[in-house]
C-alpha cells in the first residue's frame, strides 16, 4: 500500500537529477527509494559514465534498493523519481513491485529537454512484426523446454 506522498523525497531526487547535469556524469534524471518513511537507495543516470543503455536513475536507484534491503521485490516501497519514468523505468518498477511511483517532471517536459519516449510507446502498442526494432520467435517448441523445467522445479522461488 502506498504512503503518503512526501514532497522531501522528491526534492531529493530532483537535486541528484540537477548535480547530475551540473556535473556532466550523466542524463538530468534522479531517483530514490523509501522504506519505512527512510531513503533506502539513491540513484543517477548514469548511462554515458558506464556505456550502460539501462543505467537509467530509477533503474540504479532499484538495483541498490534491492542490494540495500537484501531482496527482489520492493513491497512496502516508494519509488521517487524526478522526472516521470520511462517504458522501460516504469515496467522495473512494476517487476520491482513498489507500492507507488512519484514523480516531478512530465514525459512532455523530458521530451522538450530531447528525451522523448513517444516512439517507445507507440512501437510497445505494435505487434512484433510491425515495430522497427526486428522481431521474430524462432524455436518456440525447444525455448519450452525452460519453462517446463521451471514448472517441474521443487526448489523455484517464485517472483
Known sequence: M?????????????ALATQNA????GGPFGAVIVHGG??????????????DPT???????????????????????DLYTSC???PMCLAAAYWAHVDAVYYGAGAADAARAG????????????????RKLVSVQLLG??????????????DKVEY
Open 84 to 86: 516521470e519514468p520511462c
Open 22 to 25: 551540473t556535473v556532466g556524469t
Open 141 to 154: 517448441s525447444e525455448a519450452w523446454a525452460s519453462f517446463a523445467a521451471w514448472i517441474a522445479s521443487p
Open 38 to 51: 527512510k531513503i533506502v537507495a539513491e540513484g543517477a543516470n548514469s548511462v554515458t559514465a558506464t556505456n
Open 55 to 77: 543505467a537509467h536513475a530509477e533503474m540504479n536507484a532499484i538495483r541498490a534498493a534491492a542490494k540495500a534491503l537484501a531482496t527482489f521485490t520492493l513491497d512496502g516501497c
Open 115 to 130: 528525451f522523448d519516449d513517444a516512439f517507445l510507446y507507440e512501437e510497445l502498442r505494435k505487434i512484433p512484426s510491425q
Open 2 to 14: 502506498a504512503s503518503q506522498p512526501n514532497p522531501e523525497f522528491l526534492r531529493r531526487a530532483i
